[in-house]
């Protein structure tokens, strides 16, 4: 049974930081591409950020390179994605999603969580 389960979400102010984290459960997350994806109220969902499945190359929106950075840690079976100088456009529900043919954060997703809530403002 996949499960993912993500947490660190949070209330933030601008420029404040938070490290989100995604336990993967019952797969070998080594061999799946991990993404992040999130979504505001009223806005469609979005891809932030992935980490490609073997040589584990990262990707990132425009808007969120140079502030977040998405990592792994294959003995924890974790990703992470740390967020620094948040702004008030980065809030909502952040997801992780897990797929073992994905190779962008078009593709479709096999696996996901149920979400962390992420919340910037002052």
């Known amino acids: 049974h996949v499960k993912l389960v993500e947490s660190g979400g949070g209330l933030v102010q601008p420029g404040g930081s938070l490290r989100l984290s995604c336990e993967i459960i019952?797969?070998?997350?080594?061999?799946?591409?991990i993404a992040w994806f999130r979504q505001a109220p009223g806005k469609q969902r979005e891809g932030v950020s992935y980490?490609?499945?073997?040589?584990?190359?990262?990707y990132y929106r425009d808007s969120v390179k140079g502030r977040f950075t998405i990592s792994r840690d294959s003995e924890e079976d974790m990703v992470y994605l740390q967020m620094n100088n948040l702004r008030p456009e980065d809030t909502g529900v952040y997801y992780c999603?897990?797929?073992?043919?994905?190779?962008?954060?078009?593709?479709?997703?096999?696996?996901w969580g149920q979400g962390t809530q992420v919340t910037v403002s002052s």
């Open positions: 019952g797969i070998t997350p080594a061999q799946y591409t």
């Open positions: 980490t490609s499945a073997r040589v584990h190359t990262a």
């Open positions: 999603a897990a797929d073992v043919r994905a190779t962008s954060l078009w593709d479709e997703y096999d696996y």
